[in-house]
């Protein structure tokens, strides 16, 4: 597998972006090493919050929810994907499998040993969060989704299919410019760079091409057994689980549904709507670091 790493240069002077990176080593498909980087901040010893980006974000997203959820003396971990980031970057497409994604994050979890652990998620850090939570329940205290789900080949709507189909033939991908697209504020020019940093080039970018290809809208897609077997636990799944989509996703509008009606644990949560477009933690961080504060609270 043939690996490219973003340079560190590409990181420096970010706006709004304090924090110091860590790392930790995982396992390709042949054994080869891959390098997950993540951010880990606040009290060793405060409720761990896990915070999981998706497509083609990374954990910039959530530079603004951090700092108010250390301050609320919480330990705060948000990792960058594997491909996305200051992760390591495989340099084919077909190396990305949603399996491998799963693989990847979980051994990077199980490798903390996290408990009790607090897990917001959104778009691809949904539904590969969401498998970790099927995979590890007894690792986590609670879950808040938002703009995310677990699909099991049901078809796709107007929303995703036109990101399909504009992922897969934009000659140049403008990162930066599609995250702008999917907030409801307008991203700064210097945000709009700060999303743009890990991909010097296209050769950098081609997980965030292949994500789009790999969400299992039909039954021949890859995963759909996987996340079947998932949904399995996560109707049995009765801690905390609260929805807190946004009012103006054209992707995910609605999906929240299904977990209200499923999961055990949605049963009597607040659920809310929140303003915003697909990438909501850009347009209201402190709605959502408020909710994780209550739930971590009502869990502890």
């Given at each position: 597998?043939?690996?490219?790493?973003?340079?560190?240069?590409?990181?420096?002077?970010?706006a709004d972006w304090p924090f110091a990176p860590c790392y930790a080593e995982i396992k390709g498909p042949d054994g080869e090493p891959l390098r997950i980087a993540y951010v880990d901040e606040g009290p060793r010893d405060g409720a761990p919050v896990l915070l999981m980006h998706g497509e083609p974000s990374w954990s910039y997203l959530y530079r603004h929810i951090i700092p108010r959820l250390v301050a609320k003396g919480h330990r705060v971990l948000a990792p960058d994907l594997i491909g996305f980031g200051r992760s390591?970057?495989?340099?084919?497409?077909?190396?990305?499998?949603?399996?491998?994604?799963?693989?990847?994050?979980?051994?990077?979890?199980?490798?903390?040993?996290?408990?009790?652990?607090?897990?917001?998620?959104?778009?691809?850090?949904?539904?590969?969060?969401?498998?970790?939570?099927?995979?590890?329940?007894?690792?986590?205290?609670?879950?808040?989704?938002?703009?995310?789900?677990?699909?099991?080949?049901?078809?796709?709507?107007?929303?995703?299919?036109?990101?399909?189909?504009?992922?897969?033939?934009?000659?140049?991908?403008?990162?930066?410019?599609?995250?702008?697209?999917?907030?409801?504020?307008?991203?700064?020019?210097?945000?709009?760079?700060?999303?743009?940093?890990?991909?010097?080039?296209?050769?950098?970018?081609?997980?965030?091409?292949?994500?789009?290809?790999?969400?299992?809208?039909?039954?021949?897609?890859?995963?759909?057994?996987?996340?079947?077997?998932?949904?399995?636990?996560?109707?049995?799944?009765?801690?905390?689980?609260?929805?807190?989509?946004?009012?103006?996703?054209?992707?995910?509008?609605?999906?929240?549904?299904?977990?209200?009606?499923?999961?055990?644990?949605?049963?009597?949560?607040?659920?809310?709507?929140?303003?915003?477009?697909?990438?909501?933690?850009?347009?209201?961080?402190?709605?959502?670091?408020?909710?994780?504060?209550?739930?971590?609270?009502?869990?502890?």
């Amino acid at each position: 597998m043939k690996v490219l790493r973003t340079p560190d240069t590409r990181f420096e002077g970010l706006a709004d972006w304090p924090f110091a990176p860590c790392y930790a080593e995982i396992k390709g498909p042949d054994g080869e090493p891959l390098r997950i980087a993540y951010v880990d901040e606040g009290p060793r010893d405060g409720a761990p919050v896990l915070l999981m980006h998706g497509e083609p974000s990374w954990s910039y997203l959530y530079r603004h929810i951090i700092p108010r959820l250390v301050a609320k003396g919480h330990r705060v971990l948000a990792p960058d994907l594997i491909g996305f980031g200051r992760s390591d970057k495989p340099a084919v497409r077909t190396d990305y499998t949603y399996e491998r994604h799963v693989d990847w994050m979980s051994q990077w979890f199980v490798g903390l040993d996290m408990k009790g652990v607090v897990l917001f998620c959104q778009d691809w850090g949904g539904l590969i969060g969401l498998r970790l939570v099927a995979a590890f329940p007894e690792r986590f205290a609670g879950v808040i989704v938002g703009n995310t789900g677990l699909p099991v080949g049901g078809g796709s709507g107007p929303g995703f299919d036109a990101w399909l189909t504009m992922s897969q033939t934009i000659p140049v991908m403008p990162i930066g410019g599609i995250v702008n697209m999917g907030t409801t504020r307008e991203l700064k020019p210097e945000e709009v760079a700060a999303y743009d940093a890990p991909f010097p080039d296209e050769s950098f970018k081609e997980g965030a091409r292949q994500f789009p290809t790999l969400v299992p809208i039909t039954a021949e897609h890859g995963s759909v057994a996987e996340n079947l077997a998932a949904w399995k636990v996560l109707e049995a799944f009765d801690k905390p689980f609260l929805t807190a989509f946004s009012d103006n996703d054209p992707v995910t509008k609605g999906g929240e549904a299904a977990f209200k009606a499923r999961v055990p644990g949605a049963q009597g949560e607040a659920h809310t709507i929140l303003p915003g477009g697909h990438f909501l933690q850009e347009d209201c961080p402190a709605a959502i670091a408020d909710l994780l504060d209550d739930m971590v609270r009502r869990t502890r």
